[in-house]
């Protein structure tokens, strides 16, 4: 059954580094989020993003994020220079079409900022 | 901030149906109720969705109530495997087609042996 992949598993980092998350949705799916998820917190809604732009965005996702679809296959958010709190995991999920909603999610990347 | 409201936990003996609850008194005519689950820390993992109809899939039941202010997910068999946090969250068919989900707290079900 296709799945929604990411990598790395785990990536660790300084404060200050920049940080590039990567996820390859669903072959044929045209709809991709991330959402993230502080220990012990909810999942939270970061951004979502359609033919090649940006559809929706949190209060969370300021300018230190930006995602891209650099290829016909991977999906990426990038953290420009990452904080303590920016520590949690990212979850990529993708959707096949408007007239199906239903989002199939990764496994996420657990981010740890020292 | 999610449109329901759920225990925070419930226990289930291994073998037996779990039937997790959701209130979603405010639901509205065009919103889906979805179901998801997150083993420790794994990616959310979709399980069901209904709209008013009671829908079967090969992992649970989902019964909506017929005001549809309140649902029912059933485990028919749980297993240890089943142990997990369980999302209930509604959402509307998307006009941009890209609403996000938005998820509550959730219910911890453990599964007893």
């Known amino acids: 059954e296709p799945e929604v992949t990411q990598t790395p598993s785990h990536q660790v980092t300084q404060m200050g580094q920049e ?3 990567r ?4 072959s044929n799916h045209l709809y991709f989020y991330w959402y993230r998820q502080i220990l012990g917190q909810k999942v939270e809604f970061l951004v979502s993003f359609y033919n090649n732009e940006i559809s929706e965005k ?3 996702f300021d300018d230190q994020f930006s995602v891209e679809r650099p290829d016909g296959s991977n999906f990426t958010l990038k953290i420009r220079s990452t904080k303590l709190e920016d520590s949690a995991m990212y979850f990529c999920a993708s959707r096949e079409a408007r007239t199906q909603e239903t989002q199939y999610f990764g496994p996420g990347t657990r981010l740890l900022v020292l | 901030d999610a449109k329901t409201t759920q225990p925070p936990s419930m226990d289930c003996a291994e073998g037996r149906a779990a039937n997790l609850p959701c209130n979603h008194s405010t639901i509205s005519g065009n919103e889906y109720v979805y179901w998801y689950r997150q083993i420790h820390s794994q990616g959310p993992q979709y399980i069901i969705h209904g709209l008013k109809n009671n829908e079967t899939n090969e992992m649970a039941s989902l019964i909506i109530t017929e005001d549809r202010k309140s649902s029912t997910l059933i485990l028919p ?3 240890l ?3 997990a946090v369980y999302y ?8 941009s087609g890209n609403t996000p989900l938005v998820f509550g707290k959730g219910t911890r079900l453990s599964v007893i042996a």
């Open chain 1, 19 to 21: 940080v590039i998350l």
């Open chain 1, 23 to 26: 996820c390859v949705p669903i």
């Open chain 1, 58 to 60: 949190s209060e969370i």
């Open chain 2, 77 to 79: 068999h749980a297993t």
């Open chain 2, 81 to 83: 495997r089943d142990t």
């Open chain 2, 88 to 95: 209930c969250i509604v959402r509307a068919p998307s006009r």
